[in-house]
T-cell receptor
Framework: NAGVTQTPKFQVLKTGQSMTLQCAQD?????MYWYRQDPGMGLRLIYY???????DKGEVPNGYNVSRLNKREFSLRLESAAPSQTSVYFC????????????FGQGTRLTVV | GQQVMQIPQYQHVQEGEDFTTYCNSS?????IQWYKQRPGGHPVFLIQ?????EVKKQKRLTFQFGEAKKNSSLHITATQTTDVGTYFC???????????FGTGTRLTIIP
């Protein structure tokens, strides 16, 4: 039982390059989330998906797009990476009906140079 | 907007001393959760508080939810080196499924 799997674990991009961060969960959870973590800023919500087929903006959505491909997968795309997007990105999932804990992936450490 | 403030940002304690971190929201919360993140790791769920004035204990950890459901605290008694990490609260507001995280308190232990 893998839980929440994120790929890649590490990535270095040049300014202006694009990439997609992948996230998949095998717990049949309804809700999925993308957070970024920066020193002193805690975890800030980029986008979330309460259920398959829906996505909503979080606190810091600018420069990102998301796709809820199916119930298992929720991807985050950077169309034109900027140094300000250097961060650690976490995907999380949660069962909506119970309102219970969020399970996090291992994180993706992204550096934009 | 809906924000959860958390203090202190850092705390250094001698092993065996107590530790407390506080969270505060300007808006009433539906519930609040607490997570621990070890250095280099990902956040891991500790507990959820739902009821006004609720107090829950997990061994040396005591979690409280305020009467107005706007604040919460985590208290660790007699810290150990295994307590090292960053502790986050995460609030959920009525009417949406977002989890809004506090900025976290980074705990370091001096042996």
């Amino acid at each position: 039982n893998a839980g929440v799997t994120q790929t890649p674990k590490f990535q270095v991009l040049k300014t202006g390059q694009s990439m997609t961060l992948q996230c998949a969960q095998d717990m049949n959870h309804n809700s999925m989330y993308w957070y970024r973590q920066d020193p002193g800023m805690g975890l800030r919500l980029i986008y979330y998906s309460a259920s398959e087929g829906t996505t909503d903006k979080g606190e810091v959505p600018n420069g990102y797009n998301v796709s809820r491909l199916n119930k298992r997968e929720f991807s985050l795309r950077l169309e034109s990476a900027a140094p300000s997007q250097t961060s650690v990105y976490f995907c999380a999932s949660r069962r909506l009906d119970r309102g219970t804990e969020a399970f996090f992936g291992q994180g993706t450490r992204l550096t934009v140079v | 907007g809906q924000q959860v403030m958390q203090i202190p940002q850092y705390q250094h304690v001698q092993e065996g001393e107590d530790f407390t971190t506080y969270c505060n929201s300007s808006t009433t919360l539906s519930n609040i959760q607490w997570y621990k993140q070890r250095p280099g790791g990902h956040p891991v769920f500790l507990i959820q508080l739902v009821k006004s004035g609720e107090v829950k204990k997990q061994k040396r950890l005591t979690f409280q939810f305020g009467e107005a459901k706007k604040n919460s605290s985590l208290h660790i008694t007699a810290t150990q080196t295994t307590d090292v990490g960053t502790y986050f609260c995460a609030g959920r507001y009525f009417g949406n499924e977002k989890l809004t995280f506090g900025t976290g308190t980074r705990l370091t232990i001096i042996p």
